[in-house]
Structure formats: structure tokens, C-alpha cells
């Protein structure tokens, strides 16, 4: 999945819980936004944060994401 991380009035699409109606149950398994990177865990739920966009903090990320999430031991970065 590729989207801005939020809509157009600053809102967060990574949400805790989906209120619309679902086309398709752990089907994703890789969100990728134009701040960060998220592994999506299939199996049990929950996303990591494993890549940030340059200039990007996971502070910045946790501020403008719903969901929870885990953070990677390791982050990568992207332009």
C-alpha cells in the first residue's frame, strides 16, 4: 500500500481501527507513506516502523499516526 501518511486536513490514514467497510482482511503487508515505512505483521497484527523519509523523525511519525506501533532496532531511510 502507497498513500500520504495523512489526508487533507492533516488527519492520520494509519488508524487503530478501520470504520469503513473492508475490501480485504490481512492483505497488506507493507505500508509505505511519504514519511515512513511500516512491515505489516499478517499473522498477528500490528505494524513496525522501519524506514523514515529523510528529514523525518519516528516522533513526527508517532504524532501523525493513529495506530500503534512498534519501532525497528534498526531504521532505514529513504529520499
Known amino acids: ?7 487533507k ?21 507493507k505500508i509505505i507513506t511519504d514519511l515512513c515505512v511500516f512491515e505489516v505483521d499478517r499473522k498477528n497484527g500490528g505494524i513496525t516502523l522501519t524506514e523514515l523519509a529523510e528529514g523525518v523523525t519516528a516522533e513526527d511519525v508517532r ?8 519501532v525497528a532496532k534498526k531504521l532505514g531511510s529513504y529520499k
Open 1 to 7: 500500500m502507497v498513500t500520504d501518511h495523512t489526508d
Open 9 to 29: 486536513n492533516g488527519n492520520s490514514k494509519i488508524l487503530q481501527k478501520c470504520s469503513l467497510p473492508l475490501t480485504g482482511v490481512r492483505c497488506v503487508s
Open 63 to 70: 504524532s501523525k499516526t493513529d495506530a500503534t506501533f512498534d
